[in-house]
């Protein structure tokens, strides 16, 4: 266990950065998840750019790295396109 104030302190921190950072990524693979089993072409567009924003959101807080947010994207977009 810690024995500094700022060690405890950061412990704290760092759990509820975690909890807070699993949530971003589960909403987001969740919303990822809808948008590949629809198979209406025009639900997936209605939904597409929600679930590029919430990847962007991602990349932006760290969560997920710049370049497996744009190989989502491209696949995601490839999906929608053979629709």
């Given amino acids: 266990m ?4 700022s ?5 704290r921190q ?6 807070r950072n699993r949530y971003y990524g589960r ?3 969740n919303a990822i998840r809808k948008l590949r089993a629809i198979t209406d ?3 997936a567009t209605e939904l ?3 679930v ?5 959101r991602n990349v932006k807080r760290n969560i997920v790295h710049k370049n497996k947010a744009a190989n989502l994207k491209s696949k995601l977009n ?6």
């Fill in 48 to 50: 597409f750019p929600k």
């Fill in 41 to 43: 072409k025009n639900e």
């Fill in 14 to 19: 760092t759990q509820s950065r975690r909890l």
């Fill in 78 to 83: 490839r999906k929608i396109n053979v629709l």
């Fill in 27 to 29: 909403t987001m693979r």
């Fill in 52 to 56: 590029i924003s919430l990847i962007d």
């Fill in 7 to 11: 060690a405890i302190k950061r412990i």
């Fill in 2 to 5: 810690a024995n500094h104030k």
